[in-house]
């Protein structure tokens, strides 16, 4: 029994040494996880891993600090004083409106514009800007709407239905729409100004409607640009009377009237009840109004233009080779928000404005974001910069038709309209700082204020309160929509600013 013990204990000592054997060979082959004799190079192959892992580390984090200093200085460079600094900042770029959303940058109230230095040696291009997509673009003058049988009173913007909205926004290289300007629907010019305007090529044009303002007459303006624009003031009935009891004018030997360097252009019979609503006449539809003009730039009459026009048509328009420019708004990029702050500051009825929201998200207006291919959806209308090309004219177009169906609300519809015409209307959104920079703003002489502002609910326009219904426009607020309005929910707005 004791030499059967001792010859199975030999055997297992046996087997232990050879499995040690076997675990020290394995360990010199190249196994680091137990004991035994290492590699010659196996302290320089830690150092090297090492190395290399806090060597990447160490790229990384200079890579960001890099990118944080670029983004730092950019963001500095589009609110410094310095101009050579200032001129380096893209604010039209992603990258400065992704920060601006996030509200990473301080917003300026003006900023350097990088014009040309001298008017006279700006380059003016030759001929017009080819019409690609639309080539031939006629407007509708005359309506064939019956009413119970008997034809209704002509409306300046016609009576245009569901289906004709919806074909207007599909582009053809022949098309027809409306367009203002119907049949004894009212906005006459005098013939003597009809004459004067067919040699205006350039134009700088503006408006004063219900004796809101007086003219204000633009400084820095070179001789040059002074030959070469036109400076055109659409004034009504009340305002003319308003200006010539408070300003001096002076007639021409061709019976025209002027105000300094503005040639006062009188629209008569007002085509619409609301004074803000035929503000947009020739605000919009300039083209209509002056169709031998080529480049204009519309500014409301509130302003006071202080930069050269035609260092203005370089610097939005030919230097990068666009064909209209306007600024973005200063607070709101997506045009909820906007509705939200007309409501708040009571520039239309609230139930109105809604409805006409309703509409459009109906439609699949989304709210701006970042995925948008534009910059924002919201404008500042003030300052309209264009060519009269085919498609630019389409736009004017029905934009005007947006605001003669809703509110008069301009700046509402202009983001819907690009949406409609998709990556087919190009133009150009300079920033809010720069427009501000474009002109001084003076006071309205009085405030606007009407009934229909203050109403909070549709029941207000019954009975008594039916006076309150334009007569002559926001028709497509009454009218039945093809659609159920009733299952919209519009987009929650977060409210960026007090001013609104």
Not at 70 to 83: E, K, R, Y
Not at 138 to 153: L, V
Request: glycine share 6%.
């Amino acid at each position: 029994m004791e030499s059967d013990k001792r010859s199975v204990s030999l055997r297992l000592n046996r087997r232990g040494e050879s499995n040690n054997q076997n675990t020290l060979a394995k360990d010199e082959e190249g196994s680091f996880l137990f004991a035994g004799r290492l590699p010659q190079d196996y302290p320089m192959k830690i150092v090297w891993k090492r190395g290399f892992i806090r060597l990447v580390l160490v790229a990384g984090i200079l890579w960001m600090f890099l990118i944080l200093i670029v983004l730092l200085f950019h963001v500095w460079s589009c609110q410094t004083s310095f101009a050579f600094f200032s001129a380096m900042c893209n604010r039209e770029g992603k990258v400065f409106v992704a920060l601006d959303t996030m509200g990473l940058v301080q917003s300026q109230h003006r900023c350097p514009i990088p014009v040309a230095t001298d008017p006279d040696r700006v380059v003016i291009p030759h001929g017009r800007t080819p019409d690609e997509i639309v080539k031939n673009l006629t407007y509708i003058t005359e309506d064939e709407f019956a009413n119970n049988g008997s034809q209704s009173s002509p409306l300046f913007g016609g009576h245009q239905n569901w289906s004709e909205r919806k074909e207007s926004f599909k582009l053809k290289p022949t098309m027809e729409v409306h367009c203002g300007f119907m049949r004894n629907g009212g906005a006459e010019m005098d013939p003597a100004d009809v004459e004067y305007v067919k040699k205006c090529q350039f134009v700088v044009a503006s408006g004063i409607f219900d004796k809101y303002d007086v003219p204000h007459q633009p400084s820095n303006i070179s001789d040059r640009s002074k030959k070469l624009f036109c400076f055109l003031m659409v004034v009504d009935e009340v305002s003319l009377v308003f200006i010539k009891e408070n300003v001096t004018t002076r007639k021409d030997s061709d019976g025209g009237l002027w105000v300094g360097v503005w040639r006062l252009i009188l629209l008569k019979h007002q085509p619409y009840d609301e004074p803000r609503r035929n503000g947009k006449v020739p605000k919009i539809l300039t083209h209509r109004l002056f169709p031998q003009t080529q480049y204009s730039i519309w500014i409301d009459g509130k302003m006071e233009l202080i930069v050269d026009p035609l260092l203005i048509l370089e610097r939005y328009l030919w230097r990068g080779k666009h064909t209209y420019a306007i600024a973005q708004h200063k607070f709101h990029k997506n045009i909820y928000e906007e509705a939200d702050a007309n409501k708040r500051r009571k520039r239309y009825a609230r139930p109105l404005i809604d409805l006409h929201m309703k509409i459009y998200r109906y439609e699949g207006m989304e709210p701006w974001s970042l995925k948008k291919s534009t910059i924002s959806d919201v404008p500042e209308g003030a300052i309209i910069i264009r060519e009269h090309t085919l498609l630019n004219n389409l736009f004017s177009c029905l934009w005007f038709n947006e605001v003669h169906l809703f509110t008069p609300r301009d700046q509402l519809s202009f983001g819907y309209v690009v949406y409609r015409l998709g990556s087919s209307f190009k133009f150009h959104m300079f920033p809010n700082c720069e427009y501000n920079s474009l002109f001084v703003l003076h006071q309205h002489s009085r405030e606007h204020s009407s009934r229909v502002e203050w109403v909070k609910s549709l029941n207000e326009f019954k009975g008594n309160g039916s006076s309150m219904k334009e007569s002559k426009g926001g028709f497509g607020l009454w009218t039945p929509y093809p659609g159920n309005l009733d299952s919209v929910v519009l987009p929650k707005v977060v409210r960026t600013s007090k001013a609104g």
